[in-house]
């Protein structure tokens, strides 16, 4: 059973940091792409950042590109997502999402359950 | 202002059928495979509709998925009350290189 579980959120003043982390199980890891979805309170989606299976093509969304880094560990089965220099506008919770495997796929087959970052002084 | 358009709303009684749009550009929807997600309050979004109208297993056939040059659409039909959610379609935007979403369709059963 594919298993993805976000840990790390919390309370961050603005101008914070920190690591969210997502475990995979179920699945070979290292064969997927992986995303970054947020959701901000009573909002919808946004795509966040995204790696590929081996880690060499990363792409993020212009409203967080160069304040967040994603990164994933395929031999701890992780994917980690490093946000720096935290604003109000950051507060959501953050879905790690698997992309589905087959050519030309684009969608998000399996979704964690979320985990809430709230920033706040 | 999100990159694909979707009505904030439907609703339809029970057992009637409804439908949601998603309309984008050439480089979204014109180019790339459309998803659909469906999302309860309080819970990470689903996967309904992948590669425009293929559907995951053990997602009825109650849900299906269309596509017309650069817009997409999803059906739901036989409505139920447990339908009663928010449905977003996604895709990647081949210009912006980037996932980009609707901004969700609060279905209503009347």
């Known amino acids: 059973e594919v298993q993805l579980m976000e840990s790390g959120g919390g309370l961050v003043q603005p101008g914070g940091s920190l690591r969210l982390s997502c475990s995979a199980s179920?699945?070979?890891?290292?064969?997927?792409?992986m995303n970054w979805v947020r959701q901000a309170p009573g909002k919808g989606l946004e795509w966040v950042a995204c790696?590929?299976?081996?880690?060499?093509?990363?792409y993020y969304a212009d409203s967080v590109k160069g304040r967040f880094t994603i990164s994933k560990d395929n031999a701890k089965n992780s994917l980690f997502l490093q946000m720096n220099s935290l604003r109000a506008d950051d507060t959501a919770v953050y879905f790690c999402a698997r992309r589905g495997s087959g050519f030309g796929r684009k969608d998000l087959d399996y979704w964690g359950q979320g985990a809430l970052l709230t920033v706040s002084s | 202002q999100s990159v694909l358009t979707q009505p904030p709303s439907v609703s339809a009684a029970p057992g009637q059928r409804v439908t949601i749009s998603c309309s984008g550009s050439g480089s979204n929807i014109g180019k790339n495979y459309v998803s659909w997600y469906q999302q309860f309050p309080g819970t990470a979004p689903k996967l309904l509709i992948y590669?425009?109208?293929k559907r995951p297993s053990g997602i009825p056939d109650r849900f299906s998925g269309s596509n017309s040059g650069t817009s997409a659409t999803l059906g739901i039909t036989g409505l139920q009350t447990g339908d009663e959610a928010d449905y977003y379609c996604?895709?990647?935007?081949?210009?912006?290189?980037?996932?980009?979403f609707g901004g969700g369709t609060k279905v209503t059963v009347l």
């Open positions: 790696i590929s299976s081996s880690g060499t093509s990363i």
């Open positions: 590669d425009n109208n």
């Open positions: 996604g895709t990647w935007d081949s210009s912006l290189s980037a996932r980009v």
């Open positions: 179920g699945f070979t890891f290292s064969s997927y792409e």
